[in-house]
């Protein structure tokens, strides 16, 4: 079991690493509630899946591709960041305030969970980033597992479980603070996030086009 160890600290540094997801994920716990930001967490898991099929099924192929094309890769990962939570960002601009209950969901308005589950699936999938990191953890662990399918899935489940845990914990804690915050602060919050994955989608659009 000790070779699968090393999983835990890598899903530990997943879950804690600044970015778009961690953001998100805190924002939604505080606007729509607790439940609301764990289907966002699972649209986030699905997409980790589908970029580590992606990568562990055409590791090579893939590898060469990122390495001869990094540019295009970042550009295109950067159009669709930037684009995404600009879009987002105007709606919210937009929208009038509506009242919040202390549970976190607003009065006069249920979010769709599935639309949740999209959204952080959407979120995660078009953030190139994550896949190159997939991709260097199954370079990286891959030989260490003498390649054996069963013994990666098991080092993916453990990660992902790691991770997934840990997010369950910030859910509820920013779902705690957000007893202490006005709609106009949840607002701001909510602008200032999305401002920020903006200027990550701007900067990988820099890194594509340098």
């Given at each position: ?201 701007l900067f990988l659009i820099f890194k594509g086009l340098v």
């Amino acid at each position: 079991m000790n070779e699968f160890l090393p999983a835990i600290p890598i899903g530990i540094v997943l879950a804690f690493t600044i970015g778009p997801v961690f953001f998100t994920v805190l924002e939604t716990s505080i606007s729509k509630g607790v439940k609301a930001a764990i289907f966002v967490d699972i649209g986030v898991v699905l997409s980790d899946i589908v970029f580590f099929v992606i990568a562990f099924f055409s590791t090579n192929s893939l590898l060469n591709s990122i390495q001869e094309n990094r540019s295009s890769w970042y550009f295109l990962g950067g159009v669709l960041l930037a684009s995404y939570a600009g879009v987002s960002l105007i709606k919210i601009i937009q929208e009038k305030n509506r009242p919040e209950n202390k549970d976190g969901a607003e009065m006069a308005y249920s979010p769709n969970l599935f639309k949740m589950v999209i959204k952080g699936f959407l979120l995660n999938i078009i953030n190139v980033v994550v896949l190159f990191y997939w991709v260097g953890i199954i370079l990286y662990f891959g030989p260490q597992l003498e390649m054996d399918k069963s013994k990666i899935y098991f080092f993916f489940l453990v990660i992902i479980t790691t991770y997934f845990s840990i997010d369950l914990g910030k859910i509820y804690l920013a779902q705690q603070l957000k007893k202490k915050l006005t709609d106009v602060v949840i607002k701001t919050i909510k602008i200032v996030i999305n401002t920020f994955i903006v200027i990550c989608g701007l900067f990988l659009i820099f890194k594509g086009l340098v």
